[in-house]
C-alpha cells in the first residue's frame, strides 16, 4: 500500500526533481535553513560525501538508500538518527516512544492538512513534526512542529481523533493554557523563575511528555505515565525543593509536578499559597496528598469506601473536569478547576453535592445521625449513644453554616482536623478566635451567629 503511494508521488514528478527543491522550500515557508535538521554545521548527516543538512541526507533520488525513493515517513527513518534521548531529553529515544499512547493508538492520525496522511500511517512522529520545519504567522515554530504550543495538540484532542481536551481548557475555570503564549521553552528547565512573575504559563507540555504519555493507573500518590517525563519538583530532607529533569521518571509523585508552579520554589502570584507548604506531614492536620492523614481515629464508615484513615489522594481528586470522562485538572465549570462545586458561604446547608461528599460520607455530616445512631463523625457532644452530631448541628438544624467556617485550609495547616476559622463569618470572644484540641475532643473560643463560645467544648471519647 505505502509502496504504491509512493509510486503515485514518483509519478507526479516532484520526488527526483531535484530543481523543484526551491519552490518546496517555498511551501514549507523557507524555513528548512532555520532549523536544527538543516543547519549546514550541525544539521543531519548520515552520508559523509554529502554536506550536513543536505536534503539527501533523508532523500536519496537513487536507490540503495533504505528509505527509496523518498524517505518513508515512517518512524524509522527518525530512529536511525534519533534513537536515544534527545538533547532537552523531552524526547527519550525509540525505547520510550514506542510504548507510549502516540505511537500505539490508531486514532493517532493527523486531521486536517498540511501533512495529507495515508491510511495507516498513525502513530508516527511527523503527525506532531515536520522534518523540514514550519512557519506560522508569527514565524519558525520551535521544535518543527506543525502548529504553536497547544494549538498542535488541539488539532486532535478537540474530540477527533483524541479525546476532547480542548473544551475543558474553555471552561470558566481552567489552566490558562490558551491564555499565554510564547512563555513555555523546552529548555526553561530548572530556572525557577520561568514559571513565576511574568512568565507565568501552563502548556499542555508542561504536564504531559506527548513521547511518554500512556495509560495506566497507580495508587496515589504515584503518578500516572500520562505524567512521567516531565519535569518536576521533588521534596528532600527539610522539605527542600528540589528540580529534576524529565528523564529522571523514578518513583514520580502526581503532586511534584504541581509544586513546579504552585510552591514557594517558584515565585507565586499575590493571593495564592505554597501548597508544598500546605501538605507538609508535619503539619497539624492536611488532606492526605504527600502521606496518610493525621487522623487515625477518623471512623471509615464516614469515609466513602474504599477509603479509610490509611489512604491517600491526588490533587487531582478534588482538582479535576466536572466532566469524569476527561480526567485532569484542565477546566471545570466549578471554580477553581473542581470536580464538584464547593459551597462556601454561610446561612444556608451545604448541599449533598459538594466535593467533599465525594468522599465524606454526606449523611454524616449533614443528618441527625443522632437517631439511628449509626457512626459518627468526632464533633460531637458525648461518648454515649444517641449523643448529638455537632455537625448536623451547625451545617443544617441550628447554624446552616459550610464546611470553610470551621475548616477554612482544605489543603493542610498547622492545627488540627484542619481547623482554622473563617474570619467572614465567625468573631473573636474576649479577643479570641481559637480552638483547642484535645484528645478527647476539643473547645472552641469565638463568637458565631451571635453565639458566644465562651468556650463551648465537645468531647467524643
Ligand atoms: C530529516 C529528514 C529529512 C530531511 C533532511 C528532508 N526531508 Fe523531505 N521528507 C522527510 C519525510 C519523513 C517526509 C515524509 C513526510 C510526511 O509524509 O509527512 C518528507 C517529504 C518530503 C516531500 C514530499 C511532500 C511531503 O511533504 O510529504 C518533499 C517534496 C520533500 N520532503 C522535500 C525535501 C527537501 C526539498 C528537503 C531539503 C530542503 C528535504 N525534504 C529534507 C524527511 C526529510
Ligand atoms: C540523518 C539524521 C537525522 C534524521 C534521519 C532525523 N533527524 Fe532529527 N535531528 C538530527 C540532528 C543532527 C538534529 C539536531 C541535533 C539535536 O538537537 O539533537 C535533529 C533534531 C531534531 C529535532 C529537534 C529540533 C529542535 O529545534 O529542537 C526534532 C524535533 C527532530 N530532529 C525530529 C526528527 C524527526 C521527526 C525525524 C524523522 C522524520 C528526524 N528528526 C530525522 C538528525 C536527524
Ligand atoms: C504528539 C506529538 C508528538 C509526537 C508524536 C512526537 N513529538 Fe517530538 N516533540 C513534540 C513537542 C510538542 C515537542 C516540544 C516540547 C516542548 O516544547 O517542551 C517535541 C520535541 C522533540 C524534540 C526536541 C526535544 C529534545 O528532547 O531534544 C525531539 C528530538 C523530538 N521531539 C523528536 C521526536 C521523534 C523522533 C518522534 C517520533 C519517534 C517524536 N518527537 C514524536 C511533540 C511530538
Ligand atoms: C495527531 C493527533 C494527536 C496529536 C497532535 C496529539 N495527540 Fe495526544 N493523543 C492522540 C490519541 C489518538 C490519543 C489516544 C486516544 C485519546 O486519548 O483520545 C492521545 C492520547 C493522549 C494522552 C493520554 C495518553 C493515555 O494513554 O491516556 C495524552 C496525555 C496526550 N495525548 C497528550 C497530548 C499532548 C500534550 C499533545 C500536544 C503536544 C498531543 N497529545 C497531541 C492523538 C494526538
Ligand atoms: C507549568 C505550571 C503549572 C503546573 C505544572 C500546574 N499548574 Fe496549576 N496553575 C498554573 C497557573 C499559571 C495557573 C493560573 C493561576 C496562577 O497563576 O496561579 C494555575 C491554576 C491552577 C488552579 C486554579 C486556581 C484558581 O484560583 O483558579 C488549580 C486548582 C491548579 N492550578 C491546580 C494544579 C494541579 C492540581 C496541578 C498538578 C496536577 C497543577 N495545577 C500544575 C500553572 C501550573
Ligand atoms: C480534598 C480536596 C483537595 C485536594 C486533595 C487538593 N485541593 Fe486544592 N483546593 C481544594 C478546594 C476545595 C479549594 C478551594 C478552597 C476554598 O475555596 O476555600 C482548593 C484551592 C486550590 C487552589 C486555588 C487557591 C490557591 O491557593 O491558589 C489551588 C491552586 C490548588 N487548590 C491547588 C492544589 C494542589 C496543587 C493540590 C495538590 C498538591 C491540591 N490543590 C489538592 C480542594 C483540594
Ligand atoms: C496543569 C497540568 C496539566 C496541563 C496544563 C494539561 N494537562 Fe492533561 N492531564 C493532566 C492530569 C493531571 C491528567 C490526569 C492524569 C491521570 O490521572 O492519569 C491529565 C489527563 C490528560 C488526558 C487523558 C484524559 C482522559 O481522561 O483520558 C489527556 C488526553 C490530556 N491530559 C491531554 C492534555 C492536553 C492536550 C493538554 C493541553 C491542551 C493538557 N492535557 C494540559 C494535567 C495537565
Ligand atoms: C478525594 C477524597 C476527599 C475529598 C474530595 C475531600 N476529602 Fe476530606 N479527607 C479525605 C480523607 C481520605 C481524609 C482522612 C485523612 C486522615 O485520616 O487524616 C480526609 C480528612 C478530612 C478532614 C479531617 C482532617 C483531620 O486531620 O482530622 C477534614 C476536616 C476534611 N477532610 C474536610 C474536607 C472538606 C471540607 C472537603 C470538601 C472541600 C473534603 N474534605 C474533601 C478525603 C477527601
Ligand atoms: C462549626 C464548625 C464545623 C463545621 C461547620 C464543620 N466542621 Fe468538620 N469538624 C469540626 C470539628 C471541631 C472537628 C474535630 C472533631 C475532633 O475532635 O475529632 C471536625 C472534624 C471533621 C472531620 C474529621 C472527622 C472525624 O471523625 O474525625 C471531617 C472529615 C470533617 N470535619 C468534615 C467536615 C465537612 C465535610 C464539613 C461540611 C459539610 C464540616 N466538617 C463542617 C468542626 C466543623
Request: hydrophobic residues 30%; contains cysteine; aromatic residues 10%.
Given at each position: 500500500m505505502k509502496q504504491a503511494q509512493r509510486c503515485v508521488r514518483m509519478t507526479l514528478g516532484i520526488c527526483f526533481t531535484l530543481a523543484l527543491f526551491p519552490a518546496l522550500l517555498l511551501a514549507y515557508g523557507g524555513v528548512y535553513t532555520l532549523t536544527k535538521h538543516g543547519d549546514p554545521l550541525s544539521g543531519v548527516q548520515r552520508d559523509v560525501s554529502l554536506p550536513r543538512g543536505d536534503c539527501n541526507q533523508c532523500h536519496l533520488p537513487h536507490?540503495?538508500?533504505?528509505?527509496?525513493?523518498?524517505?518513508?515517513?515512517?518512524?524509522?527513518?527518525?530512529?536511525?538518527?534519533?534513537?536515544?534521548?534527545?538533547?532537552?531529553?523531552?524526547?527519550?529515544?525509540?525505547?520510550?516512544?514506542?510504548?507510549?499512547?502516540?505511537?500505539?493508538?490508531?486514532?493517532?492520525?493527523?486531521?486536517?492538512?498540511?501533512?495529507?496522511?495515508?491510511a495507516g500511517d498513525w502513530g508516527e512522529c511527523v503527525n506532531c513534526h515536520n522534518p523540514h520545519g514550519y512557519k506560522d504567522g508569527t514565524g519558525l515554530v520551535p521544535h518543527m512542529v506543525w502548529r504553536r504550543e497547544e494549538n498542535l495538540c488541539k488539532e486532535c484532542h478537540d474530540g477527533s481523533p483524541a479525546s476532547d481536551v480542548y473544551t475543558e481548557i474553555g471552561k470558566v475555570s481552567s489552566h490558562p493554557v490558551t491564555t499565554y503564549s510564547g512563555r513555555h521553552a523546552a529548555d526553561e528547565g530548572g530556572d525557577s523563575s520561568k514559571f513565576g512573575t511574568a512568565n507565568r504559563h501552563a502548556e499542555c507540555v508542561d504536564c504531559h511528555n506527548p513521547h511518554w504519555a500512556k495509560t495506566d493507573s497507580p495508587s496515589p500518590p504515584d503518578a500516572s505515565s500520562r505524567l512521567k517525563g516531565v519535569s518536576r519538583i521533588v521534596v528532600g530532607l527539610g522539605r527542600t525543593l528540589t528540580y529534576t529533569?524529565?528523564?529522571?521518571?523514578?518513583?514520580?509523585?502526581?503532586?511534584?509536578?504541581?509544586?513546579?508552579?504552585?510552591?514557594?520554589?517558584?515565585?507565586?502570584?499575590?493571593?495564592?499559597?505554597?501548597?508544598?507548604?500546605?501538605?507538609?506531614?508535619?503539619?497539624?492536620?492536611?488532606?492526605?496528598?504527600?502521606?496518610?492523614?493525621?487522623?487515625?481515629?477518623?471512623?471509615?464508615?464516614?469515609?466513602?469506601?474504599?477509603?479509610?484513615?490509611?489512604?491517600?489522594?491526588y490533587c487531582t481528586d478534588c482538582h479535576t473536569s466536572d466532566n469524569t470522562g476527561v480526567r485532569g485538572p484542565h477546566g471545570s465549570i466549578y471554580a477553581p478547576i473542581l470536580k464538584k462545586a464547593y459551597f462556601t458561604g454561610d446561612n444556608s446547608s451545604p448541599p449533598s453535592t459538594d466535593v467533599c461528599f465525594d468522599c465524606h460520607v454526606s449523611t454524616q455530616y449533614l443528618t441527625d445521625t443522632r437517631a439511628s445512631n449509626s457512626?459518627?463523625?468526632?464533633?460531637?457532644?458525648?461518648?454515649?449513644?444517641?449523643?448529638?452530631?455537632?455537625?448536623?448541628?451547625?451545617?443544617?438544624?441550628?447554624?446552616?453554616?459550610?464546611?470553610?467556617?470551621?475548616?477554612?485550609?482544605?489543603?493542610?495547616?498547622?492545627?488540627?482536623?484542619?481547623?482554622?476559622?473563617?474570619?467572614?463569618?465567625?468573631?473573636?470572644?474576649?479577643?479570641?478566635?481559637?480552638?483547642?484540641?484535645?484528645?478527647?475532643?476539643?473547645?472552641?473560643?469565638?463568637?458565631?451567629?451571635?453565639?458566644?463560645?465562651?468556650?463551648k467544648s465537645y468531647r467524643w471519647k
Open positions: 536507490s540503495g538508500y533504505p528509505f527509496f525513493p523518498f524517505a518513508d515517513h515512517t518512524n524509522a527513518l527518525c530512529y536511525s538518527c534519533h534513537n536515544g534521548a534527545g538533547a532537552l531529553q523531552i524526547y527519550q529515544g525509540q525505547a520510550v516512544y514506542d510504548l507510549s499512547t502516540h505511537a500505539t493508538s490508531a486514532s493517532m492520525v493527523w486531521p486536517s492538512p498540511p501533512p495529507a496522511r495515508q529533569g524529565p528523564a529522571d521518571t523514578t518513583a514520580v509523585k502526581e503532586y511534584e509536578i504541581c509544586y513546579k508552579c504552585h510552591s514557594s520554589w517558584t515565585t507565586l502570584p499575590a493571593g495564592t499559597t505554597d501548597k508544598a507548604a500546605e501538605f507538609d506531614p508535619a503539619n497539624g492536620s492536611f488532606h492526605p496528598v504527600e502521606a496518610v492523614g493525621k487522623n487515625t481515629d477518623i471512623d471509615s464508615r464516614t469515609l466513602v469506601a474504599p477509603l479509610t484513615a490509611t489512604s491517600q489522594v457512626t459518627y463523625t468526632h464533633f460531637r457532644d458525648g461518648t454515649s449513644s444517641g449523643s448529638k452530631n455537632f455537625h448536623y448541628v451547625h451545617t443544617v438544624k441550628d447554624a446552616q453554616t459550610s464546611c470553610k467556617t470551621c475548616h477554612y485550609n482544605i489543603h493542610g495547616t498547622t492545627s488540627a482536623h484542619l481547623i482554622v476559622f473563617n474570619t467572614a463569618v465567625v468573631s473573636s470572644s474576649g479577643g479570641q478566635i481559637r480552638y483547642e484540641h484535645r484528645s478527647d475532643g476539643g473547645a472552641c473560643t469565638l463568637k458565631c451567629h451571635g453565639k458566644d463560645h465562651n468556650p
